[in-house]
């Protein structure tokens, strides 16, 4: 099982990104689904979650209001439109589903990793 993230690049502040995760070996339509990002010298911390319906959504405060999560229909894997973008915002993002699908932003509650994106925002 394998999930990979994808998207990211180099973004001016104010500037936005699409980030997608693909999955390969099983599917994830009943599970929770997160975005997690680990910048340089730092742990690697929650950034939003969704439920297996799409009906619930969490974000971390740093990005609420400015980054948005949702599955895309079909493949019902999560994506993170980043607007606003601040230079606070780089690091290494992870897209990560977890067996069950109650909310968590634990990193430790999350049972697959996808390789990471980075995403770097300077002018």
């Known amino acids: 099982v394998q999930l990979q993230a994808s998207g990211g690049g180099l973004v001016q502040p104010g500037g936005s990104l699409r980030l997608s995760c693909a999955a390969s070996?099983?599917?994830?339509?009943?599970?929770?689904l997160g975005w997690f990002r680990q910048a340089p010298g730092k742990e690697r911390e929650f950034v939003s979650a969704?439920?297996?319906?799409?009906?619930?959504?969490y974000y971390a405060d740093s990005v609420k209001g400015r980054f948005s999560i949702s599955r895309d229909s079909g493949k019902n894997m999560p994506s993170l439109q980043m607007n606003s973008l601040k230079p606070e915002d780089t690091a290494v993002y992870y897209c990560a589903a977890k067996n069950s699908n109650t909310y968590s932003a634990r990193t430790r509650d999350y049972d697959y990793w996808g390789q990471g994106t980075l995403v770097t925002v300077s002018s």
């Open positions: 070996g099983r599917t994830f339509g009943n599970n929770f």
């Open positions: 969704i439920s297996w319906a799409g009906s619930r959504t």
